[in-house]
């Protein structure tokens, strides 16, 4: 294939010299003439394992050259692919700019191409914020072009997870491929670049692709983040901290797992937020500032605050409440989620009834029957033995859990009820591109 790639810095010159080795012809452009020089001569812009063998070799194979003109980039490839810079300001927001101009660029090089000629394709790799592509990039392709994006020219987004220092090995050996992919055409084409290399390929709607990369790094910065905290408590405490680390790293079912990483409501039950309280005060009492641990439970509630904004926004009243434990398959009540939200429903006069085929008042026993007692001392007034008596109740139903009874209640929703989905039921996919279905964070 022929590639044209815009941005010669790290993931530029990595992307070109690693795609040029797989066989692709490959044409870099920057506007700066020295790192255009530097790969003229074989030579890397970047300092880089392995990056310097490699392009010196694909320069004198003749499968990798650079240039400064954008015309004859675009005239030399179907498929280009933009690595530029996106600089990140004090607050956070990211300068477009230098997409913006390679966007008008290219549309104005595809508008003096002559009729006939095949279908050019723009892939960006830069990180940009969801929806920068289709708002704004993709309008100033086609203005400038006077083409129609997805016939005419082709678009997609294609996030790189290289690490600067390991790059062109993680080029080879990705941890997974994703393309957001204007049009299945468009998607094709980005494929084909990877076809061979290691890891599941993702093809997504264009905004996916965008947030991907962002939901990555912000969680490699959470890990380090959490394991350097950990770290400043167990030295507070005089313990060794990869030792510590070494026994948590080891459970690959809940702690390094997919466990608890998929959107739904807020954590509670009789250990999660009581342990955290608990290493929370330890920190503060051995004088160690823990901010990351400190504002979990904040955010906890700040989730809990947003479901009670979400009902209370459509202004009814009759409330039916699908769930009260903590989780699903007990009967455990103490720091749920569900009772917390359920107490702030009552103290706004809403109408409320409860199912949870768990949940029984004459078998609560112990702490849990005083803590449901504290909390909800009418609870043998809301709860009812049926589902389908809750949803006849209801004008919004909430659903807290996903039971086989709940999910067949729910089904017969009438088209006036709200369905208010916290735990994403089996069919959100479906029932999203229904009327009067909201999920909490899908």
Not at 158 to 184: A, C, M, Q
Not at 299 to 314: P, V
Request: some cysteine; aromatic content about 6%; proline content about 6%.
């Amino acid at each position: 294939m022929r590639i044209s790639v815009f941005g010669l810095g790290y993931v530029g010159s990595v992307s070109a010299a690693c795609l040029a080795a797989r066989g692709h012809q490959v044409i870099g452009i920057d506007a700066n003439p020295d790192k255009v020089a530097l790969i003229a001569s074989g030579r890397a812009p970047v300092v880089e394992e392995r990056i310097g063998e490699l392009t010196a070799e694909v320069v004198r194979s003749g499968a990798l050259r650079a240039t400064t003109d954008v015309t004859e980039a675009i005239a030399a490839s179907d498929v280009s692919l933009i690595c530029v810079g996106t600089p990140s300001a004090p607050n956070g927001s990211l300068s477009t700019l230098y997409l913006e101009r390679v966007a008008e660029q290219i549309g104005r090089t595809l508008a003096a191409r002559a009729p006939g000629e095949p279908r050019h394709t723009v892939v960006f790799r830069s990180t940009m914020l969801p929806g920068t592509c289709e708002e704004l990039l993709v309008p100033i392709l086609s203005k400038a072009s006077q083409l129609t994006p997805g016939i005419d020219f082709g678009v997609a987004v294609n996030p790189e997870f290289l690490r600067e220092g390991t790059s062109v090995r993680d080029f080879y050996e990705p941890p997974k491929t994703v393309i957001g992919e204007l049009d299945e055409e468009s998607g094709d084409t980005v494929a084909a670049l990877y076809e061979g290399l290691p890891g599941e390929v993702f093809r997504v709607p264009v905004a996916v692709a965008e947030m991907t990369k962002y939901v990555d790094n912000t969680f490699h910065a959470v890990k380090i983040g959490f394991a350097n905290e950990i770290g400043a408590v167990c030295r507070a405490l005089g313990l060794d901290s990869h030792q510590v680390m070494d026994v948590f790293l080891a459970d690959r079912k809940l702690n390094i797992s997919p466990a608890y990483l998929r959107p739904g409501f807020a954590f509670g039950g009789s250990c999660l937020p009581k342990d955290l309280r608990g290493l929370v005060y330890a920190a503060r009492r051995a004088d160690v500032s823990v901010p990351m641990l400190s504002n979990v439970l904040p955010s906890n509630e700040e989730h809990l605050r947003r479901a009670f904004e979400l009902i209370a926004s459509y202004g009814r009243r009759r409330i039916g409440l699908f769930g009260l434990s903590f989780k699903p398959g007990t009967d455990d009540l103490r720091e749920s989620p569900l009772v917390e939200l359920a107490e702030r429903l009552l103290g706004k006069g809403y109408d409320l009834r409860i199912y949870d085929a768990n949940v029984s008042l004459s078998r609560l026993m112990g702490a849990n029957r005083a803590y449901i007692e504290a909390r909800l001392p009418h609870l043998g007034e809301l709860l009812t033995s049926s589902a389908t008596d809750v949803l006849d109740h209801a004008e919004i139903c909430v659903a807290g859990c996903a039971d086989a009874d709940v999910l067949t209640a729910l089904d017969k929703a009438g088209p006036d009820q709200v369905i208010i989905d916290l735990v994403r039921l089996p069919d959100a996919a479906v029932r999203r591109a229904r009327p009067g279905y909201v999920g909490l964070g899908w």
